[in-house]
């Protein structure tokens, strides 16, 4: 009888052990699992600002121009978001920052080209034939800039969707 005891707690403490290491194992892959999963869920907003000040600042770029305002503070705002979007953003939207970034270079040119040109210092404008020039290259260059904004607004969003749709399983 007293072997049969013996026996009964020796598989018992095994049986023990063994439960005790079994939580332990999970408990450490679910710990593992919450920590991974909340630095991708910080990655994901991370990505989601970078893209929305790369978003802004292309905006602000366009109306700085229509506006004719200083664009010194904002060169280098580009500048700062082009940069973070080159070193996490994806070939694909790196690709396309770089044909806006272009885009946005010969639009801006042709769009300061083509608005009347100003008389001394009298506030008044006066309008050549040369403008139209400059303004009709400046239209079709604005258009495609627009649709190059719209398709990476697309991406972008695609892109996040995916990064959701991964955290989420």
Known sequence: MNSISSLTVFISGIFGLIVASLTWVFAYQLEKRKFRKSIELQELKDKEAMYIALLSTINKSIRVVKNNEDSST????????????????????????????????????????????????????????????????????????????????????????????????
Request: glycine letters at 6%; a negative charge.
């Open 74 to 169: 904002l060169v280098e705002e580009l500048s700062i978001s082009s940069a973070k979007t080159h070193l996490f953003g994806t070939t694909v939207i790196n690709a396309r920052i770089q044909k806006i970034s272009d885009l946005l270079y010969s639009w801006s040119i042709e769009y300061k080209s083509g608005m009347p040109q100003k008389i001394g210092g009298t506030g008044f404008s006066m309008v050549s034939n040369m403008d139209f020039e400059h303004r009709d290259k400046a239209n079709a260059l604005f258009i495609e800039l627009s649709k190059e904004v719209h398709d990476l607004v697309i991406e972008i969003k695609t892109e996040l969707q995916n990064l959701k749709s991964i955290i989420a399983k």
